[in-house]
């Protein structure tokens, strides 16, 4: 089964610190996917990744940017981080083609901004 | 714009009983349809995968169908047992199938012992 490992399941950071969540892949899967995930809302795509070193932005980047240097490792960055990036932060890969497959996520990292 | 709807939101029957999830999407041009579970605080979990070029498709009790047409699907559970309780999201491919997933807001599930 492909696994999707996010780093950290709940981190606690300072308003203006940079953070980092982490998110690696063991399948060789093509595709990778930021969402957030707030009650009400629902799940919403940030950024996703088609290649090395490609990023596109999904429906919601602002404050965030992203870092893929290699395959199986997607970074989120907050560049400086605010209270209303307070979020379940929600990782996804998928393989290009293999829509057959679906998508495989991690298991979440539990953000709050302080 | 494409928008997934999940009805109901939230839902609590007794164990032992069938039930049906429903999930409605405005753009039929789709790729595929993935059925996920989610568990209070945890991430999600594939259910059941239905390409667009598919009708239903099963996995134990549970069993997914697709009308691509008419912009629908629904996932059947059948015998609901206390730990079937969490959340269920529909969520349908976006553009090429590369470009993520659009989300419905999920349907809570009781099942209550």
Known sequence: ?114 | KQEVTQIPAALSVPEGENLVLNCSFTDSAIYNLQWFRQDPGKGLTSLLLIQSSQREQTSGRLNASLDKSSGRSTLYIAASQPGDSATYLCAVSRGGGADGLTFGKGTHLIIQP
């Open chain 1, 1 to 114: 089964d492909v696994k999707v490992t996010q780093s950290s399941r709940y981190l606690v950071k300072r308003t203006g610190e940079k953070v980092f969540l982490e998110c690696v892949q063991d399948m060789d899967h093509e595709n990778m996917f930021w969402y957030r995930q707030d009650p009400g809302l629902g799940l919403r795509l940030i950024y996703f990744s088609y290649d090395v070193k490609m990023k596109e932005k999904g429906d919601i980047p602002e404050g965030y940017s992203v870092s893929r240097e290699k395959k199986e490792r997607f970074s989120l960055i907050l560049e400086s981080a605010s209270t209303n990036q307070t979020s379940m932060y929600l990782c996804a890969s998928s393989l290009t083609g293999g829509w057959g497959y679906g998508y495989t996520f991690g298991s979440g990292t539990r953000l709050t901004v302080v």
